[in-house]
Nanobody
Framework: HVQLVESGGGSVQAGGSLRLSCAVS????????LGWFRQASGKEREWVGS????????YADSVKGRFTISQDNAPKRTVYLQMNSLNTDDTARYYC????????????????????WGRGTQVTVS
């Protein structure tokens, strides 16, 4: 049974920063891919970036250089999304998702390949 719970969203002025967290509870998973997605109002959900159990990380071009994904595995697995230099285009609901396989084996960015999702946290940039 897998549960993901996002936190850390809120309102911030353009140019500011926020750090999102995603607490992941998994029964067991030697291989995994953890991704961040976002969905702005009236738009389709889009991939932000992912990391996998081999330590590889990839980002969407729209956030590269501004967003950073990292993780802690103790006491339990938590994935972070550090967001800097935020602009109004970053306003969206942010979701974390996971699948029990390395990212590169299926797809880094395809949301349909991720089987487990959190409920999201809202980020508003003004």
């Amino acid at each position: 049974h897998v549960q993901l719970v996002e936190s850390g969203g809120g309102s911030v002025q353009a140019g500011g920063s926020l750090r999102l967290s995603c607490a992941v509870s998994v029964s067991s998973a030697n291989d995994y891919c953890l991704g961040w997605f976002r969905q702005a109002s009236g738009k389709e959900r889009e991939w932000v970036g992912s990391l996998d159990s081999d330590g590889r990380i990839n980002y969407a071009d729209s956030v590269k250089g501004r967003f950073t994904i990292s993780q802690d595995n103790a006491p339990k697995r938590t994935v972070y999304l550090q967001m800097n230099s935020l602009n109004t285009d970053d306003t969206a609901r942010y979701y974390c998702a996971t699948k029990p396989i390395n990212c590169a084996i299926t797809s880094w960015a395809s949301e349909g390949t991720y089987g487990y999702w959190g409920r999201g946290t809202q980020v508003t940039v003004s």
